[in-house]
């Protein structure tokens, strides 16, 4: 068996003719706007990212706190954040409102860098080179620590379209793929008690406002569906929050379906 691990950086320079590095700046402004952000820079003074955090105001009075760091890791402010939200009546709120920024933003950013790449990636190369040198009956485990989806579309080479989440093991024999933290695509559903009748707005926002209000109070299922658009509030009728991570220093908030039984062990869906 093959095991092939991503982190941040594979998404950070996965446009073979934009790498990072010292003439960032002098390349296209959009291009440089829209890369996928390594962990420090999720919360950065970014136009775009400052315009997608403007949605979940419940996060907006942490944001310095995130964006400030000093000589810390940003996985570091976050994990102290979070655990600070267990005693204070307004932290489960806020931390909601960072994943929903994160599935949000870099939802956006990943479509936007894809648009910019023009199908040419990295990721996709390397599932080519790795599919001509596989022995016939080799299984490649693909594991990344990434919520974007840019890993997708070179899957899709290899016949693996995902359309369900438990696509990523049992679509295809060769192919295992796990999302350690999550997708920004993917939901867990919340139980419709939670929500009053809100199936029917409109927009998404009044949805998502909601489920933050009372982040502290949901039922968030082990369910795992797959959105098509974002920011995701309901899908198939059902309303979703976020199946995404927080980044935190100790690693140990994993967010995958507990159907995914192909690595040693049962892996825990992520909570709120």
């Given at each position: 068996?093959?095991?092939?691990i991503f982190g941040a950086g594979a998404s950070y320079d996965s446009i073979p003719s934009n790498p990072p590095g010292p003439n960032d700046f002098s390349r296209r402004i959009v291009a440089n706007s829209y890369r996928p952000p390594l962990a420090n820079q999720l919360f950065e003074e970014r136009t775009f990212f400052a315009e997608t955090l403007e949605k979940y105001k419940a996060c907006l009075a942490i944001v310095p706190r995130l964006r400030h760091?000093?000589?810390?890791?940003?996985?570091?402010?976050?994990?102290?954040?979070?655990?600070?939200?267990?005693?204070?009546?307004?932290?489960?709120?806020?931390?909601?409102?960072?994943?929903?920024?994160?599935?949000?933003?870099?939802?956006?950013?990943?479509?936007?860098?894809?648009?910019?790449?023009?199908?040419?990636?990295?990721?996709?190369?390397?599932?080519?080179?790795?599919?001509?040198?596989?022995?016939?009956?080799?299984?490649?485990?693909?594991?990344?620590?990434?919520?974007?989806?840019?890993?997708?579309?070179?899957?899709?080479?290899?016949?693996?379209?995902?359309?369900?989440?438990?696509?990523?093991?049992?679509?295809?024999?060769?192919?295992?793929?796990?999302?350690?933290?999550?997708?920004?695509?993917?939901?867990?559903?919340?139980?419709?008690?939670?929500?009053?009748?809100?199936?029917?707005?409109?927009?998404?926002?009044?949805?998502?406002?909601?489920?933050?209000?009372?982040?502290?109070?949901?039922?968030?299922?082990?369910?795992?569906?797959?959105?098509?658009?974002?920011?995701?509030?309901?899908?198939?009728?059902?309303?979703?929050?976020?199946?995404?991570?927080?980044?935190?220093?100790?690693?140990?908030?994993?967010?995958?379906?507990?159907?995914?039984?192909?690595?040693?062990?049962?892996?825990?869906?992520?909570?709120?």
């Open positions: 068996m093959l095991m092939v760091l000093g000589n810390r890791p940003l996985e570091e402010v976050l994990e102290e954040l979070q655990t600070e939200a267990e005693n204070y009546p307004r932290g489960p709120q806020q931390m909601a409102a960072v994943r929903y920024y994160l599935h949000d933003m870099l939802w956006a950013c990943g479509d936007a860098w894809l648009r910019e790449a023009h199908g040419v990636t990295n990721y996709r190369t390397l599932l080519d080179e790795i599919d001509r040198c596989r022995k016939t009956d080799e299984i490649v485990s693909l594991v990344t620590f990434n919520y974007d989806t840019l890993l997708e579309p070179g899957l899709e080479d290899l016949g693996l379209k995902i359309e369900h989440v438990s696509d990523y093991v049992d679509k295809n024999p060769h192919y295992k793929v796990f999302k350690v933290h999550g997708s920004v695509n993917w939901g867990q559903v919340v139980g419709k008690a939670d929500l009053e009748q809100s199936r029917h707005d409109h927009h998404p926002l009044p949805t998502i406002d909601r489920i933050i209000g009372r982040a502290n109070k949901l039922q968030i299922t082990q369910s795992f569906v797959i959105s098509q658009t974002h920011p995701m509030a309901w899908v198939d009728g059902q309303p979703v929050f976020p199946a995404i991570a927080i980044p935190v220093q100790k690693k140990n908030d994993i967010c995958m379906p507990s159907t995914s039984n192909c690595m040693a062990g049962e892996v825990a869906p992520c909570g709120h």
